[in-house]
């Protein structure tokens, strides 16, 4: 009695999108929260001169919409506090589904891709606008996204 074998076909194991996507959605955590702290180190110390003056001119302006009359100060800061609630969600949400649902980004799906335009648009946002802290973290976010999806079976 004779067994056969049959060959086992080795094949190169792919490198695995996952570990980027994850890095990505770590970067929106960490812009969301970053961003959080620094709204709360500056609203809990002494406002400097010129700060002063900008909040003064900004609650003297306001507008009102839908018969809400709100101060600009008041609009700025509840836009900056929505957007990075936000992103925190964006970020839990992709770190979330991809625990449950790998095949989202181990395949080339719409799901890799979104987070990867939602980056590069606030990057290019932020260089136009804001200090280095969300330029480089947007700059990591993007790669990653851009690796894993470079990564992914299409």
Known sequence: MSATVTPVLERKPQPKPLRPFRVGAGGFLLLGTGHLALAAATALGDPTPQQQASSAAMRESSMTLLGLERSTLDIVQGMSLVMALFVIACGLLALTAVRHAPALV?????????PLVASLVGLAISVLLLPMPPIVVLTVTSCAFALSLRRATP
């Open 106 to 114: 181990e395949r080339r799906t719409a799901f890799g891709w979104i």
